[in-house]
């Protein structure tokens, strides 16, 4: 998805937020901002881009100006921490339902309601719980995706954030007593946001229920840039039966790839105005795009 005019302004605000956390001399802020505010993006001279490829230049700059390339760590982990104590609760619930498959998806995506990103400073807590209980989904949609899975031998699965990757071992580890693919989890290979690299992905316990691999993006891009992920990776995606693709950043840059349609669902929470359009549900919902 090409950025619309409220990415603008959304991409703006998590810039200085991050910014904030990064350095507390508001002069540093400042400076940041003006530099920033210079990007042809800011100006309304660039829509051929997607909010992740904005971001990324962002976060260059904050690591050229503050001199921090990870100023989120600490919250990362306080996500982990929330993830690790929310598990076992949800884990219970699933094996409760009397759709525990469809249980597991809706954990795994509203499991981005960890997302720090969103605005919220708070440590998150069992409260996700609650969340998930409020946002519908497309059975429809589901159905779809279920039958998608019942024919794939492969799937490649693009983890989003750090917290919510333990909602995807609870949805990996449902899904497998449904269907039995060979799935390979991938991270991010460098901080960018609040995304998972390889290491939250193992402290999550993903590679009990998957192969865990990095994209190989040398570049702080919270997405998917298939021109940008290692040899490996391409071959990976390009060979799989099934892309499942969790998070807004992986959306917006995948959605663009004609590639992968036919074989590629995104999962993702209904977070902004555009995607709210885009996909014709309220804001809140969960969203299973089979693309």
Same mark, same amino acid.
């Given at each position: 998805m090409l950025i619309w005019p409220d990415c603008i302004h959304c991409t703006l605000r998590m810039a200085v937020n991050i910014a904030r956390i990064a350095s507390k001399? %508001?002069? %540093?802020i400042k400076k940041f901002t003006r530099e920033i505010?210079?990007?042809?993006?800011?100006?309304?001279?660039?829509?051929? /881009?997607?909010? !992740?490829e904005i #971001?990324?230049? /962002?976060?260059? #700059? @904050? $690591?050229? @100006?503050?001199?921090v390339n990870d100023p989120l760590k600490k919250m990362k982990e306080q996500q982990n921490e929330a993830g690790l104590t929310i598990y076992p609760f949800a884990k219970e619930i699933v094996s409760k339902s009397h759709d525990p498959f469809l249980e597991s998806l809706k954990f795994a995506i509203s499991g981005n309601s960890i997302d720090i990103m969103t605005g919220s400073k708070k440590k998150p807590t069992k409260d996700v719980i609650n969340t998930l209980k409020k946002g519908s989904i497309s059975l429809k949609d589901v159905d779809e995706f279920k039958e998608r899975l019942k024919r794939a031998k492969t799937v490649i699965y693009l983890g989003d954030n750090c917290g919510e990757i333990f909602f995807d071992r609870l949805f990996i580890e449902t899904l497998r007593n449904y269907y039995d693919p060979d799935i390979t989890f991938v991270t991010r290979t460098i901080p960018a946001l609040n995304d998972a690299i390889k290491e939250d992905a193992l402290h999550a316990g993903l590679d009990e229920v998957?192969? /865990? #691999? $990095?994209?190989?993006?040398? $570049? !702080? #891009?919270?997405g998917t840039i298939l021109k940008k992920v290692s040899s490996r990776i391409k071959s990976l995606i390009s060979e799989a039966d099934l892309v499942i693709s969790k998070g807004g950043g992986n959306y917006d840059s995948l959605s663009e790839e004609k590639s992968l349609m036919g074989k590629c669902t995104f999962l993702l929470q209904c977070k902004c105005e555009p995607y709210s359009i885009i996909h014709n549900m309220p804001l809140g919902d969960l969203i299973v795009s089979n693309f």
């Open positions: 001399d %508001q002069a %540093q505010l210079k990007l042809d993006y800011y100006s309304g001279n660039r829509w051929d /881009v997607t909010s !992740p #971001i990324r230049d /962002v976060w260059l #700059i @904050m $690591e050229n @100006m503050l001199g998957a192969t /865990v #691999i $990095e994209n190989g993006t040398n $570049e !702080p #891009i919270a």
